[in-house]
């Protein structure tokens, strides 16, 4: 399995966030936003598709990945938005294209609707986007995250493991599965694991939902049909919501559409980014 680094850093209040640029300087600049409880990793193989006409940025949010990971962290949705905002300010990115995945969805709706972020296009594949939002098991470990962060080790990695592989239809690569699961062990990354789950309150979708029929950029909601996380009908929901919004099913995946087909998904970003409307 081809490893996947991160080079640069960009401090920020909620910690040092790693990051990455693929391609050449100067072309059409891409942003590529993951979810939870995932990292840019997944964006691998589009990332590097994409790179062949564009400049593709990626990056782990505050408490995710590669990136610092501490006490008390401040990982909600409302963080992450302003962190991205400050990104894209460092970058000198003023009108990029965005495509965004789960979590990274609202980040993006956020940043784009509370804190003025402009992009020439978006993309939202699988995103958190619609109330009500959050499994029973969710929930369950939002309600008692203290009490999960006690669990042994071992029964902890059973458990992101049992988790991470339900976001795959067809089922993940054990080498994928197990780079997926590898930031969340240890005593920080356990701990990091709960605290991100803990901070994940609906509120902050709230603030935004009714602001879906402001934006006027075009946009693409792609989703996966076999998604057990989010219904593919929050999807045509979504979508319909969005004035102009293309709706792009993808057959046979599930919620981690980036790794259940990459292929059908790259084909679909770059016809859209290519010819925007």
């Known amino acids: 399995m081809s490893e996947w680094q991160l080079t640069e850093t960009f401090r920020t209040t909620s910690g040092d966030v790693r990051w990455d640029a693929l ?22 193989a589009v990332a590097r598709s994409l790179a062949r006409r564009h400049q593709v940025f990626v990056w782990d949010m505050p408490g995710y990945g590669a990136s610092q990971m501490f006490a008390d962290q401040d990982v909600s949705l409302a963080a992450q938005a302003r962190v991205f905002t400050e990104l894209l300010a460092y970058w000198g990115l003023e009108e990029p294209l965005v495509v965004a995945h789960d979590f990274g969805g609202a980040v993006s709706l956020r940043a784009h609707l509370l804190h003025g972020a402009r992009y020439r296009a978006l993309a939202l594949v699988d995103p958190v986007a619609l109330a009500p939002w959050g499994s029973p098991f969710f929930r ?15 029964l902890h990695h059973a458990l992101v493991r049992e988790y ?34 803990a901070q994940a309150d609906q509120l902050y979708t709230d603030e935004v939902q009714g602001r ?3 934006i006027s950029i ?27 919004a293309q709706l792009e099913l993808i057959a046979g995946a599930g919620h981690l559409v980036q790794e259940d087909a990459p292929a059908e998904l790259t084909a679909a970003l770059i016809a859209f980014l290519q010819h925007p409307r």
């Open 218 to 244: 075009p946009a693409l909601v792609c989703w996966g049909e076999n998604d057990a996380w989010i219904p593919v009908a929050k999807g045509r929901e979504l979508a319909a919501r969005i004035p102009g």
């Open 23 to 44: 391609g050449q300087p100067g072309q059409d600049p891409v942003v590529l936003l993951h979810g939870t409880p995932f990292s840019s990793y997944v964006w691998r």
């Open 164 to 197: 991470m592989s339900s976001a795959s239809s067809p089922g993940l690569h054990p080498a994928v599965l197990d780079r997926l699961v590898r930031p969340w062990l240890g005593d920080l990354g356990q701990a990091a694991f709960y605290r991100q789950i």
């Open 140 to 154: 369950l470990v939002g309600r008692n995250s203290e009490v999960f962060e006690q669990l042994p080790p071992a």
């Open 212 to 214: 879906y029929g402001e």
